[in-house]
């Protein structure tokens, strides 16, 4: 999944790097805290609301994140998730510079999940989990970081990123 941005790529980059304040920013979020850092990784822990109708469905994982900044023509954000249903799941965010227009952005998160289940087999729980939980909540995540960059102010700043790896 994939959302252009009016603002620069390292504008993006610098609002969604910083996990601890996604609760703040991202109003589908209930939580987003820092557990550990160690190596310029931290180990957060998440809960996002995933809304069924009028039914509110709290979704909570943790997952290992650091981000990537070696190239600026794909600044990568990166989260392994440890902990719930999607344990094993790699996620990457490419955030990358639209050709011939450095003043917008692309935006792609990748999802990479298999987890066999018993007698169904290894695609049926990562379908499942994608369509009804995944999907919705990365949507609503892009879109709302894509509004907090093109509508950029003091509120949005990124005080506190996590670790940068400057190179490969």
Known sequence: MSIEV????????????????WTERLPHYRRSAVLAS????????????????????PVTWRAICWSDAADTADLQ???????????????????????GDSARSRV????????????LGPEVLPRLV????????ATRTLRRFRALAEG???RATSRRPFATNQTS
């Open 38 to 57: 160690r190596g310029g990784r931290v180990l957060a822990q998440f809960v996002a609301v995933r809304r069924f109708g009028r039914l509110p469905v």
């Open 6 to 21: 009016a603002a620069p790529g390292q504008v993006v980059f610098e609002l969604a790097r910083d996990v601890s304040r």
């Open 77 to 99: 954000l990166h989260f392994a998730h440890v902990r719930g249903v999607t344990r094993g799941m790699r996620v990457t965010w490419h955030i990358r510079p639209l050709p």
């Open 152 to 154: 950029r102010d003091a």
């Open 108 to 119: 792609t998160i990748e999802h990479d999940f298999s987890r066999p289940l018993p007698v």
């Open 130 to 137: 994608d369509r009804y939980f995944t999907a919705p909540i």
